[in-house]
């Protein structure tokens, strides 16, 4: 039985808060120079208490680092066309530096069509097929929020990517593919991707020195699937509802924490690791936006 190690715990709200300091005194120079100060528009469709929280937490951020931001919300009974309609007069509002369309959109809505109408420039969230595309590029133009926080954690903290093997675990649109891609490109990590139709995932888990789980079930990452020392980087981030909790729910990582932090040689936790993260990302982009419009 391999030794406990003391882990170090990756402090996503540290780093936030660090990334939210350095963009107010950008901000605080931009308004010193007469230049614009940064414009994020909110588009909110029906009234999903989760998404409701993000976006609560997305407009306090604006106002702490001082962005101006505009809230949009509709009813959950909007069309696509209509949605559509809103999205080309944010696309063309010349005071809009960046905007996003919080997910998920109900049923009817396809979600697609809905982000690919979304000017890639004004794209902050990363999620056109353009600056999906552009993290292989020389000169990526935004990069998807929640993979570029899980990589700007993993450059604040030192953690070296270079030649790593990296294991991620979730394929997805928004997180897996282009965390995958990005470790290859930025970090020159080796790395493997896991889904649900990957057979023996645990056999591919414990050769990880960076294993990134991104699948949204809690605690399916046990002890027994991660290597001694390996970095462990939680992005789940389920609500569990029960009446122990504060609020009637808790948010649950897909790692079990207890049992894998003891093996970790760095581990995020949730919440406060790779949550808060997101934000700080949006708001990096928000300003590069705003400097791409408006130098
Ligand atoms: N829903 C959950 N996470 C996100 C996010 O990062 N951006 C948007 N637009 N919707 C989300």
Redesign the pocket.
Known sequence: MAEATPYTLIDGRKISSDIKKEITEKVIERRQLGKKVPHLAIILVGDDGA?QT?VDHKVKACKEVGFHYTMMRFADTISEDKLMKHIDQVNRDEDVDGF????PLPQHISVERITEKIRPDKDV?GFTNRNFGSIVSKNPLLLP??PYGVMELLKRYKIETEGKNCVVIGASRLVGAPLSMMLVEEGRATVTVCHKYTKDISSFTRQADILVVAVGKPGIVTGDMVKQGAVVIDVGTTRVEGPQYKNGYALKGDVDFQAVAPKASYITPVPGGVGPM?IASLLLNTLRATELRNP
Do not use: K
Request: hydrophobic letters at 40%.
């Open positions: 998404s993000y996003i369309v919080q997910l969230d929020a929640t997101t």
